[in-house]
């Protein structure tokens, strides 16, 4: 029996994909093939009753399979038939239009809370746009000159002079007033 115990035979055993059943034929010993093998069996007969099962027992079991298939099935089609006469019943199906307006009531409604929200939107940014407008007015370069003061820039490059250093003698400059402009020549600096 040695054969059974070398470490060669455990490794291919216990490696081999289809399972094996290790049956060497003596009751009584156990070798290391027993040991690793999927399913020990005391003798090469016993092996075949474990591989080959009877008949009888196979039929049965399939009997039994079949019975309990026929009986999934028909718990399978009963709750099919509870579902399909629950939606049957539902208003989807009994009333479909009571769906439809009930949606088209909801679409009204955010149809009038939308044209509320924008109204109010656009009176808010018109608000914004006239407090902005007021203030830019205020800051507008037209608005000092309406008060008595003028621009003065150079005529040849629009630039604006703010002191009398930035002109020299006989350049041209144009004055900027609330209502008109005036283009002059300068004839004096004083600094």
Known sequence: LWAFNEEIVARAIFACPIPVVSAVGHEIDVTIADLVADKRALTPSEAGELVVPERADVLSDLG???V???SAARDVLRRRRVTLEALAGGRALARPFDLVRDRQRQLDELSQRMGGGMRRRIE???RELQALSSHLDALSPLKVLGRGYSL???ESTGEIIRKADDVGL???IETLLAQGRLTSL?????R
């Open 64 to 66: 039994h399979l079949a």
């Open 170 to 172: 006989g350049e041209r």
């Open 186 to 190: 300068v004839e004096r600096v004083e």
């Open 152 to 154: 003065t820039r150079r």
């Open 124 to 126: 808010r940014a018109s």
């Open 68 to 70: 309990r298939m026929e």
